[in-house]
């Protein structure tokens, strides 16, 4: 059917396609983003440490060490560094 439609059809198609297909990667990574964080909330309840663990060793081991005090500072320090929208 393009072949009827002529070149300047199939440009335009092809354009469509390149942002239908921009809008549905951008929305993926929305989604994958917000998944990411609800597992990271998920392993911050269970072993604060290892949740923020990519956030530098300084957060790591005040994290780590917040939780051998009890677990609840513990999690309350690695919901607070998740949450930080700076780092």
């Known amino acids: 059917t393009t072949k009827q ?31 990411m964080s609800i597992w990271r909330v998920i392993l911050s309840i269970f072993c604060p440490p290892l949740a923020v663990i990519d956030k530098g060793c300084g957060s790591f081991i005040i994290t780590f060490l917040l939780w051998l005090c009890g677990w609840v500072p513990g999690v309350i320090a ?10």
């Open 5 to 35: 439609l002529g070149f300047r059809s199939v440009t335009i198609l092809t354009k469509l396609r390149h942002i239908n297909t921009s809008i549905n990667l951008a929305e993926l990574d929305s989604v994958s983003k917000h998944i």
């Open 78 to 87: 690695a919901l607070v560094i998740i949450n930080n929208p700076e780092r």
